[in-house]
């Protein structure tokens, strides 16, 4: 099989009931079927999904497969994996500066996906804080394929006895059409950029929303 063929699909085994995300990796020497990664809902059997799977695979390509390089990481209720970590977490968060502007760049994991986003503007604090939300919702967005959507409603820097916080709103809306009013917050420390994500990030994985 050749490396177009598995990207075709690997897409192709996203789209089956209950599978989020999948990714199959060949193996580089004889370039057969060495890995198939899923990403899947919680609600459905893992069995099934199996099963589902190696059918796919049979009829699409021709080949019968192993049902051991298969492997499946589910995601919970409230979007959670089974082992209880976050469905989201923060890769990577940075600023760069540029004469009068800044970037803001975040990249965002879920399972064995991963985004990033960047986002650009005038040299401010304020604009940081806005931009580091957005870049980070972006990428949220991106990595669940557009399952979430998010809106920036407001978000400030608050200042008690000499300490910096930042609170925000934001506006999420899921697939399934469930939408919620969201309040985060966090103290600003060395990494404002990724202070901002871990706490749009913690407040999302605790919401309950589902996608």
Same mark, same amino acid.
């Given at each position: =099989?050749?490396?177009?063929? !598995?990207?075709?699909?690997?897409?192709?085994?996203?789209?089956?009931?209950?599978?989020?995300?999948?990714?199959?990796?060949?193996?580089?020497?004889?370039?057969?079927?060495?890995?198939?990664? &899923?990403? %899947?809902?919680?609600?459905?059997?893992?069995?099934?999904?199996?099963?589902? &799977?190696?059918?796919?695979?049979?009829?699409?390509?021709?080949?019968?497969?192993?049902?051991?390089?298969?492997?499946?990481?589910? =995601?919970?209720?409230?979007?959670?994996?089974?082992?209880?970590?976050?469905?989201?977490?923060?890769?990577?968060?940075? #600023?760069?500066?540029? $004469?009068?502007?800044?970037?803001?760049?975040?990249?965002?994991?879920?399972?064995?996906?991963?985004?990033?986003?960047?986002?650009?503007?005038?040299?401010?604090?304020?604009?940081?804080?806005?931009?580091? %939300?957005?870049?980070?919702?972006?990428? =949220?967005?991106?990595?669940?394929?557009?399952? #979430?959507?998010?809106? #920036?409603?407001?978000?400030?820097?608050?200042?008690?006895?000499?300490?910096?916080?930042?609170?925000?709103? =934001?506006?999420?809306?899921?697939?399934?059409?469930?939408?919620?009013?969201?309040?985060?917050? $966090?103290?600003?420390?060395?990494?404002?950029?990724?202070?901002? !994500?871990? %706490?749009?990030?913690?407040?999302?994985?605790?919401?309950?929303?589902?996608?």
């Amino acid at each position: =099989m050749e490396v177009k063929q !598995a990207e075709e699909l690997s897409k192709m085994l996203s789209t089956l009931d209950g599978v989020m995300k999948a990714k199959v990796i060949l193996d580089p020497e004889s370039g057969e079927l060495s890995e198939v990664h &899923i990403l %899947a809902y919680g609600d459905k059997n893992p069995k099934q999904i199996v099963r589902d &799977i190696e059918t796919a695979i049979l009829t699409i390509s021709g080949e019968r497969i192993d049902r051991r390089i298969i492997s499946i990481a589910q =995601m919970g209720g409230e979007g959670q994996t089974e082992d209880n970590t976050p469905g989201f977490k923060v890769q990577s968060a940075g #600023l760069s500066e540029d $004469g009068m502007e800044i970037e803001i760049s975040v990249g965002i994991t879920m399972g064995i996906s991963s985004k990033d986003s960047k986002k650009r503007g005038i040299k401010s604090f304020k604009n940081v804080l806005k931009l580091s %939300a957005e870049a980070t919702m972006e990428a =949220m967005e991106n990595v669940a394929e557009s399952k #979430l959507k998010f809106s #920036l409603d407001e978000i400030r820097e608050v200042t008690i006895e000499d300490r910096k916080f930042f609170i925000g709103i =934001m506006t999420v809306i899921s697939s399934l059409g469930m939408t919620k009013e969201l309040v985060f917050s $966090g103290k600003i420390e060395f990494n404002s950029v990724k202070d901002i !994500a871990e %706490a749009i990030i913690e407040k999302i994985n605790s919401s309950g929303l589902k996608f």
